[in-house]
């Protein structure tokens, strides 16, 4: 099974991967726990390009085909094989993240965006995605304070720094998607404690996966 976690910055998908492992392992599955970008040693070195503030000027359509490079590796490297091998594999960010940051936010054509996934990632979709949806207001208010108190890596900071219109843009991009596919979207609601968001979280796998 596949599983994956998505949100705006601050949203709490980082905390929250690992209490969905821990439970899931408790119950006798074995879970790979991973992210993007990043997951692979190659995607690290693509991560550290894309979140440099640094990278401010980059492309977007560079921006794209750097997340969709990480992805292909990802994917090869250690997602296909982990699901071979009937692992749970539970990622932090995936390709809704792509669909919803390169296109409803930075404005790249989604159709587009779309036909890379098919073309050169087998169009590979989560069985299961949790969207941790929050105000951006509240989720930035977190993650400045991560930030600033060392929990959070300072020098991955560029999306952070993108105004406060583009993280609306993200959370309507998010919402759409979620709306467009019912099935596959579980809406948690993040603004509460990590302990609440953690219950839903929770009470969401046992009704839906774990029956
Ligand atoms: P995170 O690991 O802290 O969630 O940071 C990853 C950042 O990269 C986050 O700001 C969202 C952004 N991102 C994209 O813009 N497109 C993508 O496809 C992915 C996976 C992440």
Redesign the pocket.
């Known amino acids: 099974m596949f599983i994956t976690l998505e949100g705006i ?1 601050g949203s709490g ?2 905390t929250q991967i690992v209490h969905i492992s821990e439970f899931l392992e408790s119950r006798g599955y074995e879970c790979v726990l991973t ?4 997951g692979t040693k190659i995607g690290e070195k693509i ?1 550290a390009i ?2 440099d503030p640094e990278s401010k000027d980059m492309d977007p359509l560079a ?1 794209l085909l750097l ?1 969709t490079a ?2 292909a590796q990802h994917i090869k490297e250690l997602i296909i094989p982990s699901l071979s091998t009937g692992k749970i594999v539970l990622c ?4 809704d ?2 669909v ?3 296109g409803f ?2 404005g790249l054509d989604i159709a587009l965006i779309n036909s890379l996934h098919k073309l050169a990632l087998n169009d590979l979709k989560p069985d299961i995605t949790f969207l941790l949806d929050l105000p951006p207001e509240t989720g930035l208010s977190r993650a400045w304070k991560q930030i600033d108190n060392g929990t ?2 300072g020098h ?1 900071t ?3 720094k993108e105004k406060l219109s583009f993280h609306k843009k ?1 959370r309507a991009g998010y919402l759409e998607l979620a709306r467009l596919e019912p099935g596959r979207f579980l809406i948690i609601d993040a603004s509460k404690n990590e302990n609440q968001v953690k219950q839903q979280i929770i009470n969401a796998l046992r009704e839906k996966c774990l029956k």
Not at 35 to 38: F, I, K, V
Not at 92 to 95: A, K, N, T, V
């Open positions: 910055e998908k980082t992210r993007e970008p990043g991560r894309l979140l921006e997340y990480d992805r932090d960010r995936y390709f993240a792509t919803v940051y390169q936010a930075r959070r890596v991955e560029r999306f952070e993200v």
